[in-house]
């Protein structure tokens, strides 16, 4: 059966820019990458994080932009028409993400270094402000929100804090955010994003800075700093640019994505630790992978490719964790996130989109 994948993109750095659709629409064949259909389906600027609404066919969409373009949260409909949910109150917003039951989102503002927590039913959005800095000159001279992720069933929000290498916990209550727990990261180390347990007492931190991949145990809001592992070699200072980071399925392997080199680690984890091991490293056949996603099936890991405009694709065997690429790519220019349709994995219902 096809995938159907959304593409965010930086649309902003093409020619005529205000032509081009930031996201896009791409199915293909497993098979076959040559027989690829891809056409624009929605309108925004630098789309560069798509989230799903639970329960919904709706999908999300997060503005990269400065403050001075009033940078939009969006919701794009099934035919690719786009609603204007709030004007987002912080500076390049690079990722969000969506409650339970559908009512709050919220988004890590790099360029500010705020959380923003935007109600849907009320209207009304709340900013928790980070601060600090981190010793990595030009990257972290202060705050950067690069992830949050509801936890808990959404009692609970994580977020990470590149600039001030940090991992913040925040009480979800009474519409609000307030801060319950910090685990300080190694300094220079640049969290940028994480992967969890089903049961949320494993967090993989990927941090792009050093290019470590930190295992954080958590017990309600204790967080403790446990074992690491650097695939690609531990970076030089201010050279590092991990980015993307996945958990299989059965939760007995991990994928990340180093821009640098333009491969894929995959790291086993230790049956009853957690702990991560590196088991292979290979191409991902383009250049700077930023984003990567597996469809829910844990067969089909799908790659986007920023730099050379390319989505890439990889099968997976389930019992060894081992990727096999695909001949050919799908070009898709600037792409800098990918999110898989369910309904379309192989053996799954028919598309949403």
Request: net charge neutral; charged share 20%.
């Amino acid at each position: 059966m096809p995938l159907d994948i959304l593409v965010g993109s930086y649309n902003s750095r093409a020619p005529m820019s205000d032509a081009v659709a930031g996201v896009h629409r791409v199915r293909l064949d497993p098979e076959d990458l040559a027989t690829a259909e891809v056409r624009p389906w929605a309108k925004a600027r630098d789309p560069s994080w798509l989230a799903r609404e639970p329960g919904s066919m709706d999908v999300l969409a997060a503005e990269e932009r400065p403050a001075s373009d009033g940078p939009r949260l969006l919701r794009l409909r099934r035919d690719g028409t786009a609603m204007v949910l709030a004007f987002l109150p912080g500076s390049l917003t690079c990722h969000l993400a969506v409650s339970p039951n559908g009512r709050l989102v919220a988004a890590a503002q790099y360029g500010d270094g705020s959380l923003a927590l935007v109600d849907l039913w009320d209207g009304t959005t709340r900013v928790v402000q980070l601060a600090g800095s981190g010793p990595v000159r030009g990257r972290q001279d202060g705050p950067h929100a690069h992830f949050v992720q509801f936890q808990d069933g959404g009692r609970t929000l994580a977020a990470l804090d590149l600039g001030n290498d940090a991992l913040h916990l925040l009480a979800v209550e009474e519409g609000g955010l307030w801060p319950v727990s910090r685990l300080a990261l190694p300094p220079g180390s640049g969290p940028r994003h994480l992967a969890a347990s089903a049961d949320g007492s494993r967090l993989y931190v990927a941090c792009e800075l050093d290019e470590g991949v930190r295992l954080v145990r958590r017990a309600g809001r204790a967080l403790d700093l446990g074992p690491v592992v650097h695939p690609f070699g531990v970076a030089p200072q201010g050279a590092g640019a991990l980015s993307a980071i996945c958990l299989s399925p059965d939760e007995r392997f991990l994928m990340v994505a180093g821009r640098r080199q333009a491969e894929i680690a995959v790291l086993r984890l230790e049956a009853g630790t957690g702990a991560p091991h590196l088991a292979a490293r290979l191409s991902t056949g383009g250049l700077w992978p930023r984003d990567l996603a597996l469809d829910p099936s844990g067969q089909w890991l799908v790659v986007a490719n920023e730099r050379s405009g390319t989505l890439t694709l990889f099968t997976r065997d389930l019992r060894s964790g081992s990727l096999e690429r695909i001949p050919g790519a799908v070009p898709v220019a600037h792409p800098a996130s990918v999110l898989i349709d369910a309904g379309a994995a192989p053996g799954g219902t028919a598309s949403m989109l």
